[in-house]
Protein backbone atom coordinates (compact mmCIF):
# COMPACT_ATOMS: atom_id res chain seq x y z
CA UNK A 1 0.00 0.00 0.00
CA UNK A 2 2.07 3.02 -1.36
CA UNK A 3 0.86 5.79 1.20
CA UNK A 4 2.69 8.22 -0.42
CA UNK A 5 2.14 8.60 -4.29
CA UNK A 6 4.09 10.97 -7.13
CA UNK A 7 2.39 9.83 -10.08
CA UNK A 8 4.17 11.21 -12.55
CA UNK A 9 7.71 9.69 -13.78
CA UNK A 10 9.18 12.51 -14.91
CA UNK A 11 8.29 15.55 -16.31
CA UNK A 12 10.26 18.07 -19.03
CA UNK A 13 10.39 21.79 -18.77
CA UNK A 14 11.81 24.31 -20.73
CA UNK A 15 14.62 26.60 -19.11
CA UNK A 16 13.02 29.66 -17.27
CA UNK A 17 9.59 28.20 -17.12
CA UNK A 18 7.35 26.51 -13.97
CA UNK A 19 8.12 23.66 -12.92
CA UNK A 20 5.26 21.77 -10.88
CA UNK A 21 5.66 18.26 -9.26
CA UNK A 22 2.95 16.93 -7.66
CA UNK A 23 2.96 14.25 -4.60
CA UNK A 24 -0.21 12.71 -2.95
CA UNK A 25 -0.94 11.08 0.21
CA UNK A 26 -3.73 8.56 1.70
CA UNK A 27 -2.80 8.60 5.55
CA UNK A 28 -4.47 11.24 7.43
CA UNK A 29 -1.45 10.85 10.01
CA UNK A 30 0.72 12.69 8.35
CA UNK A 31 1.45 16.09 9.28
CA UNK A 32 4.19 17.31 7.89
CA UNK A 33 5.93 17.00 4.20
CA UNK A 34 9.03 17.40 3.03
CA UNK A 35 10.64 17.76 -0.54
CA UNK A 36 14.00 16.25 -1.11
CA UNK A 37 15.82 16.17 -4.50
CA UNK A 38 18.54 13.71 -5.72
CA UNK A 39 21.03 12.77 -7.83
CA UNK A 40 22.11 9.33 -9.11
CA UNK A 41 24.30 7.56 -6.73
CA UNK A 42 23.97 10.74 -4.19
CA UNK A 43 21.48 10.89 -0.71
CA UNK A 44 18.61 13.49 -1.25
CA UNK A 45 19.46 16.97 -0.60
CA UNK A 46 16.63 18.49 1.33
CA UNK A 47 14.52 21.43 -0.45
CA UNK A 48 11.81 22.49 1.34
CA UNK A 49 9.06 21.40 3.75
CA UNK A 50 6.11 22.16 5.01
CA UNK A 51 3.82 21.46 8.19
CA UNK A 52 0.10 19.99 8.01
CA UNK A 53 -0.89 23.42 9.52
CA UNK A 54 0.16 25.39 6.63
CA UNK A 55 -1.22 25.55 3.08
CA UNK A 56 1.72 27.42 1.55
CA UNK A 57 6.12 27.79 2.17
CA UNK A 58 8.23 29.50 0.19
CA UNK A 59 11.77 29.20 -0.31
CA UNK A 60 13.41 31.23 -2.83
CA UNK A 61 12.85 29.74 -6.27
CA UNK A 62 10.76 26.94 -4.46
CA UNK A 63 6.88 27.25 -3.18
CA UNK A 64 5.06 24.25 -1.46
CA UNK A 65 1.03 23.88 -1.25
CA UNK A 66 -0.64 21.82 0.47
CA UNK A 67 -4.31 20.96 0.19
CA UNK A 68 -5.20 19.05 3.34
CA UNK A 69 -8.59 18.30 2.41
CA UNK A 70 -7.36 16.91 -1.07
CA UNK A 71 -4.49 15.02 0.51
CA UNK A 72 -2.36 16.37 -1.98
CA UNK A 73 0.67 18.42 -1.87
CA UNK A 74 3.25 20.58 -4.74
CA UNK A 75 6.50 21.66 -5.48
CA UNK A 76 6.46 24.66 -7.53
CA UNK A 77 10.19 26.10 -9.29
CA UNK A 78 10.61 29.13 -10.77
CA UNK A 79 12.02 29.86 -12.96
CA UNK A 80 13.18 26.51 -13.70
CA UNK A 81 17.22 26.33 -14.25
CA UNK A 82 18.95 23.33 -15.60
CA UNK A 83 20.95 22.66 -13.09
CA UNK A 84 16.90 21.66 -10.94
CA UNK A 85 17.24 18.58 -13.19
CA UNK A 86 17.17 15.74 -10.44
CA UNK A 87 15.17 13.43 -8.90
CA UNK A 88 12.30 14.97 -6.87
CA UNK A 89 10.96 12.93 -3.60
CA UNK A 90 8.03 13.59 -1.64
CA UNK A 91 7.96 12.79 1.91
CA UNK A 92 5.82 13.05 4.90
CA UNK A 93 5.69 12.18 8.52
CA UNK A 94 3.11 11.62 11.23
CA UNK A 95 3.53 11.44 15.03
CA UNK A 96 6.91 11.56 17.23
CA UNK A 97 8.91 9.22 15.49
CA UNK A 98 9.92 11.07 12.56
CA UNK A 99 9.79 8.65 10.21
CA UNK A 100 9.39 9.57 6.51
CA UNK A 101 7.70 7.87 3.96
CA UNK A 102 8.59 8.52 0.39
CA UNK A 103 7.04 8.90 -2.56
CA UNK A 104 9.07 6.98 -5.67
CA UNK A 105 9.70 10.22 -7.35
CA UNK A 106 9.54 12.24 -10.22
CA UNK A 107 12.41 12.87 -12.73
CA UNK A 108 12.29 16.80 -13.62
CA UNK A 109 14.42 17.39 -16.71
CA UNK A 110 14.79 21.24 -17.44
CA UNK A 111 15.79 21.65 -20.96
CA UNK A 112 17.85 25.04 -22.00
CA UNK B 1 24.96 22.97 8.27
CA UNK B 2 23.31 20.00 8.95
CA UNK B 3 25.69 18.10 6.88
CA UNK B 4 26.38 14.06 7.02
CA UNK B 5 28.80 11.95 6.28
CA UNK B 6 28.54 8.58 5.01
CA UNK B 7 31.62 5.86 4.16
CA UNK B 8 32.70 4.91 2.28
CA UNK B 9 30.91 5.65 -0.77
CA UNK B 10 31.34 2.53 -2.65
CA UNK B 11 32.66 -1.12 -1.04
CA UNK B 12 33.27 -4.31 -2.98
CA UNK B 13 33.40 -7.52 -1.08
CA UNK B 14 32.47 -11.51 -1.18
CA UNK B 15 29.82 -13.46 -0.06
CA UNK B 16 29.74 -14.44 3.66
CA UNK B 17 32.04 -11.29 4.53
CA UNK B 18 30.93 -8.55 6.95
CA UNK B 19 30.55 -4.70 5.87
CA UNK B 20 30.78 -1.55 8.48
CA UNK B 21 29.28 1.52 6.78
CA UNK B 22 29.33 4.77 8.85
CA UNK B 23 27.44 7.78 9.45
CA UNK B 24 28.52 10.90 11.54
CA UNK B 25 26.54 13.84 11.14
CA UNK B 26 29.28 16.69 11.13
CA UNK B 27 28.38 19.82 12.45
CA UNK B 28 25.23 19.00 14.86
CA UNK B 29 24.04 16.26 17.58
CA UNK B 30 21.21 13.29 16.37
CA UNK B 31 20.37 11.50 18.86
CA UNK B 32 18.11 9.75 16.00
CA UNK B 33 19.62 8.49 12.52
CA UNK B 34 18.00 6.35 9.95
CA UNK B 35 19.15 3.97 7.47
CA UNK B 36 17.30 3.46 4.42
CA UNK B 37 18.03 1.39 1.07
CA UNK B 38 17.36 2.03 -2.11
CA UNK B 39 16.54 -0.46 -5.09
CA UNK B 40 17.17 0.91 -8.86
CA UNK B 41 14.23 2.96 -10.05
CA UNK B 42 12.51 2.55 -6.29
CA UNK B 43 11.93 4.90 -3.17
CA UNK B 44 14.27 4.95 -0.45
CA UNK B 45 12.90 1.99 2.00
CA UNK B 46 13.51 2.95 5.34
CA UNK B 47 15.18 -0.46 7.24
CA UNK B 48 15.51 0.67 10.95
CA UNK B 49 15.56 4.16 13.22
CA UNK B 50 18.76 4.02 15.38
CA UNK B 51 18.28 6.10 18.77
CA UNK B 52 21.65 6.84 20.35
CA UNK B 53 22.41 4.97 23.49
CA UNK B 54 19.07 2.20 22.58
CA UNK B 55 18.65 -0.50 20.29
CA UNK B 56 17.55 -0.09 16.71
CA UNK B 57 13.83 -0.13 15.71
CA UNK B 58 13.75 -2.27 12.19
CA UNK B 59 11.15 -2.14 10.04
CA UNK B 60 9.00 -5.14 9.78
CA UNK B 61 10.77 -7.55 7.71
CA UNK B 62 14.09 -6.40 8.30
CA UNK B 63 16.62 -8.46 9.88
CA UNK B 64 18.12 -7.44 12.82
CA UNK B 65 20.79 -9.87 12.73
CA UNK B 66 21.82 -9.40 9.21
CA UNK B 67 22.00 -5.35 9.53
CA UNK B 68 23.36 -4.62 13.21
CA UNK B 69 23.26 -0.55 14.07
CA UNK B 70 24.40 1.15 16.54
CA UNK B 71 24.08 4.03 17.60
CA UNK B 72 27.36 4.87 20.11
CA UNK B 73 27.28 8.47 20.22
CA UNK B 74 25.71 11.60 18.92
CA UNK B 75 27.42 12.00 16.16
CA UNK B 76 28.02 8.22 14.95
CA UNK B 77 25.63 5.07 14.09
CA UNK B 78 26.88 2.53 11.86
CA UNK B 79 25.26 -0.32 9.94
CA UNK B 80 27.03 -3.50 10.02
CA UNK B 81 26.03 -5.73 7.02
CA UNK B 82 26.64 -9.16 8.44
CA UNK B 83 27.12 -12.45 6.21
CA UNK B 84 26.92 -10.58 3.01
CA UNK B 85 25.33 -12.18 0.16
CA UNK B 86 24.82 -10.61 -3.65
CA UNK B 87 21.20 -9.77 -2.76
CA UNK B 88 22.15 -7.54 -0.35
CA UNK B 89 23.82 -5.24 -3.42
CA UNK B 90 22.00 -2.38 -3.14
CA UNK B 91 22.35 1.33 -2.63
CA UNK B 92 22.65 2.21 1.18
CA UNK B 93 21.57 5.81 2.39
CA UNK B 94 21.61 6.96 6.47
CA UNK B 95 19.92 10.13 7.53
CA UNK B 96 20.19 12.21 11.03
CA UNK B 97 16.94 13.83 12.55
CA UNK B 98 18.14 17.56 13.21
CA UNK B 99 16.24 21.06 13.71
CA UNK B 100 12.81 21.20 12.84
CA UNK B 101 12.26 17.70 11.91
CA UNK B 102 14.16 17.69 8.82
CA UNK B 103 15.91 14.71 8.17
CA UNK B 104 19.54 15.40 6.19
CA UNK B 105 21.03 12.75 4.50
CA UNK B 106 24.58 11.24 3.83
CA UNK B 107 25.37 10.38 0.28
CA UNK B 108 24.77 7.13 0.24
CA UNK B 109 26.97 3.32 -0.06
CA UNK B 110 26.73 1.64 -3.19
CA UNK B 111 27.36 -2.03 -1.92
CA UNK B 112 28.15 -4.70 -4.37
CA UNK B 113 28.46 -8.27 -2.95
CA UNK B 114 30.27 -10.81 -5.61
Known amino acids: DQQVKQNSPSLSVQEGRISILNCDYT??????FLWYKKYPAEGPTFLIS?????DKNEDGRFTVFLNKSAKHLSLHIVPSQPGDSAVYFC???????????FGKGTLLTVNP | GAVVSQHPSRVICKSGTSVKIECRSL??????MFWYRQFPKQSLMLMAT?????????EQGVEKDKFLINHASLTLSTLTVTSAHPEDSSFYIC??????????FGAGTRLSVL
Open chain 2, 27 to 32: DFQATT
Open chain 1, 50 to 54: ISSIK
Open chain 1, 91 to 101: AASGGSNYKLT
Open chain 2, 50 to 58: SNEGSKATY
Open chain 2, 95 to 104: SALAHRDIQY
Open chain 1, 27 to 32: NSMFDY
